[in-house]
């Protein structure tokens, strides 16, 4: 966030400093312009200087038109300054965002590592679980098998307690016969 406030004020003094240069390019234009058309009337009256008026005014122009080139190639110094600070800010935020990007690599995988090893602990626990399930079911088995070999146990006592009852009834009547 500071690399792109950064930038930001870089890109507006950029702009500031090439509306400055706009300006004094403009202003020696004017000047270049001035100084032909001076050339020109003298070349026209014969003068090979300018009249003391016209050297007051072209020697301030000059001055200025001085003080505004030094304005200019002090304005490019410091424009070539900031294009070199805005790369230098370019490069260091490249920077900063691969390395971020590493940072978040390293958080990604570790989550990986971790998700890989509750699935393991899953896995293990579900295998765990289908195993118990498996005896389970060998278990049932065994209890059902138990289950018919009772009921086929009590069944049988069954048949041979009606079997004695039905005897005991054939001597109770056969004793009631011998008895009358």
């Known amino acids: 966030m500071h690399l792109r406030l950064d930038a930001d004020v870089q890109k507006l003094e950029a702009e500031k400093l090439r509306k400055e240069k706009m300006k004094v390019e403009e202003d020696r234009d004017d000047l270049k312009i001035q100084y032909k058309k001076i050339q020109l009337g003298n070349k026209k009256f014969g003068r090979k200087e300018p009249e003391p008026t016209n050297g007051r005014r072209g020697s301030k122009k000059f001055k200025h038109g001085t003080s505004l080139e030094r304005s200019l190639a002090k304005s490019q110094k410091e424009k070539s300054g900031l294009k070199a600070r805005v790369a230098e800010l370019g490069?260091?935020?490249?920077?900063h965002r691969s390395c971020n990007?590493?940072?978040?690599?390293?958080?990604?995988?570790?989550?990986?590592?971790?998700?890989?090893?509750?699935?393991?602990?899953l896995e293990?626990?579900?295998?765990n679980c289908e195993l118990r399930i498996e005896q389970l079911k060998v278990r049932e088995g065994h209890w059902k098998e138990e289950l018919h070999h009772?009921?086929?146990?009590?069944?049988?006592?069954?048949?041979?307690?009606g079997e004695a009852i039905a005897q005991i009834r054939e001597v109770a009547d056969h004793l009631q016969t011998l008895a009358v």
């Not at 490069?91 to 920077?95: A, D, E, F, I, V």
């Not at 293990?124 to 295998?127: E, M, P, R, T």
């Open 91 to 95: 490069r260091s935020l490249h920077q």
């Open 150 to 161: 009772f009921q086929e146990q009590v069944r049988n006592r069954d048949y041979l307690m």
């Open 124 to 127: 293990s626990a579900l295998q």
């Open 101 to 121: 990007s590493a940072i978040e690599l390293k958080a990604s995988l570790n989550q990986i590592e971790e998700m890989k090893d509750k699935i393991g602990r």
